[in-house]
């Protein structure tokens, strides 16, 4: 990794979100593993992105409520840039902070549920954010396979390091992704020596293909689920769970509840029947008869919902999953 890069250049424009929108619970998931090029404080958001060649650092302060949102979104840059860029970076971002999608209706219809009263209560207006790009989000999801969660850190951090750049906006200095064509370039042995054992193939085969222009993920929002789920079974190495995270966290498909993997088996048995270990059968039949339509949402609630609670309290059987 070069020198940090200053973005001394920036411009500032206010978005509002379609309500009900929570800034905080939408665009920090506590769930989620640290990563150097983002960071959360209450109602603030610093996040770097590499749009269409360029690295950009951007800052999100909350300036309305849940039924009035508002964000005043900054751009960092470092040199002037067309209004054709900007317009397209606005509606990008758009679309990765789920701005403009409407879920009024999942507040109406459970707003007395038993178990989903009390968290509409607390994170009323929490959607999916799909703050990388679908890239970007596939890298994580590779670190995240077949392994705890410090090693899915060790490996990220590592590729920042080898890939990556620094930047310097806001008094922050953060990490940045790189272009597929970066990793294209280089041997998957380079890939192999930094930890990522098996995960190497799998990088290089999908930056391969994000290089040559074979993936369309501008296309694939516009797809139904059963079309877009055909499409990302054709990204090498990416299996059923990995696509149901996509499905929801990328492309907002908030009914896309099939498959649950071990560790969140073992963590939904324990919140919704006390029990330490249930089938994943009866969960999803659980979700399914509960939250029609909007199971992978109703999830997703009771999910962040705890990881909210470990912020501030230790809950013993939790730490033992997480193993950061």
Known sequence: MGK???????????????????????????????SSDNKWEKGKYWITMVWKGKYLGLKLENKG??????????????????????????????????????????????????????LLKRWRGMKPVAANSFYETLIIYIVL?????RRSVQMLENLFDKFGKKV??????????W??????????????????????????KISFRFSRGEINEFKMRGMGKKEL????????????????????????????????????????SRLLFNKRLVSTEKILNFFRTKY??????AFHYIWEDIFWKRKTKHIDWLEKEIRL
């Open 229 to 268: 789920k055909k499409e990302a079974l054709k990204l090498y190495g990416i299996g059923p769970a990995s696509i149901e995270y996509l499905l929801f966290e990328d492309f907002y498909h908030y009914e896309a509840l099939e498959t649950i993997p071990p560790w969140e088996q073992k963590i939904m």
């Open 292 to 297: 029609p339509n909007w199971e992978k949402l």
């Open 168 to 177: 310097k906006f806001d008094n922050k200095v953060l990490s940045t992704f």
């Open 4 to 34: 940090v890069i200053n973005l001394n250049k920036k411009f500032s424009i206010t978005l509002k979100p379609t309500s009900p929108y929570n800034f905080d619970a939408t665009i920090h998931k506590p769930s989620h593993f640290p």
């Open 145 to 149: 396979q077949n392994t705890v969660i």
């Open 179 to 204: 272009e597929p064509k970066t990793i294209n370039k280089v041997s998957e042995q380079v890939l192999r020596d930094l930890k990522l054992g098996y995960r190497a193939k799998f990088l290089k």
């Open 65 to 118: 409520t849940v039924n009035k949102p508002k964000i005043k979104l900054t751009v960092y840059l470092k040199e002037v840039l067309s209004k054709e860029y900007r317009k397209s970076l606005i509606s990008e971002i758009e679309w990765r902070f789920n701005l403009k999608s409407d879920i009024s209706e999942f507040n109406k219809k459970f707003k007395k549920d038993e178990l989903l009263a009390p």
